[in-house]
């Protein structure tokens, strides 16, 4: 891997933290609002209404997705997975729902949807950041392997 910025690694990883805890937050934000607020039952109902295909399918799919996936990804845990499957999610909602010609959310836009999959996206492919579930469970089963990506890491990474 390298460093595409001069920013020093522990600003990398607490920039990185900061993006996992805001999309974590958005995501759990929908998810409970499927949940709870308009249930799984309804949130079926209105995939149905949308024309969703296999809405018994997709809404506790995207329910929980979202409600656990943003857990995760603030957490840092298993992230590329839950990266891809958040993203998956979104591009569905995109495809289906929100890919209409005005990108403005409040008009039933794209907006939102494409920068939230972007951000799962980016996570996914880049990892959560040192300050980690993920990192803390890998780093032990690594071992010299971990330190010699940390070295090559290092050499493409301007001074901190």
Same mark, same amino acid.
């Given at each position: 891997?390298?460093? !595409? !910025?001069?920013?020093?690694? @522990?600003?990398?990883?607490?920039?990185?933290? &900061?993006?996992? @805890? *805001?999309?974590?937050?958005?995501?759990?934000a929908?998810?409970?609002q499927?949940?709870?607020?308009?249930t799984?039952?309804?949130t079926?109902? #209105?995939f149905?209404?949308? $024309?969703?295909?296999?809405?018994?399918?997709?809404?506790?799919? *995207?329910t929980?997705?979202? &409600?656990?996936?943003?857990?995760?990804?603030?957490l =840092?845990?298993? !992230?590329?997975?839950? $990266? @891809?499957?958040?993203?998956?999610?979104?591009?569905?909602?995109?495809?289906?729902?929100?890919?209409?010609?005005?990108?403005f959310?409040?008009q =039933?836009?794209?907006?939102?949807v494409?920068?939230l *999959?972007?951000?799962?996206?980016?996570?996914?492919?880049?990892?959560?950041?040192?300050? #980690?579930?993920d990192?803390?469970?890998?780093k $032990?089963?690594?071992? +010299? +392997?971990?330190t010699? #990506?940390?070295? #090559?890491?290092?050499?493409? !990474?301007?001074a901190?």
């Open positions: 891997m390298y460093a !595409t !910025t001069g920013f020093p690694t @522990i600003a990398r990883d607490i920039i990185t933290v &900061l993006a996992r @805890i *805001a999309l974590g937050v958005i995501f759990i929908h998810g409970w499927k949940f709870n607020e308009w799984v039952s309804g079926t109902q #209105s149905a209404q949308m $024309g969703v295909p296999l809405p018994d399918i997709a809404a506790p799919f *995207a929980f997705v979202e &409600l656990i996936g943003g857990a995760l990804l603030i =840092g845990a298993l !992230t590329p997975i839950v $990266g @891809i499957l958040l993203a998956a999610n979104l591009i569905g909602a995109l495809v289906i729902v929100h890919l209409v010609p005005v990108p959310v409040d =039933g836009g794209w907006e939102l494409a920068a *999959a972007a951000g799962a996206l980016l996570l996914a492919a880049m990892g959560p950041g040192r300050f #980690s579930v990192r803390f469970l890998l $032990g089963k690594k071992g +010299k +392997k971990a010699k #990506s940390e070295e #090559s890491d290092a050499q493409f !990474t301007p901190n």
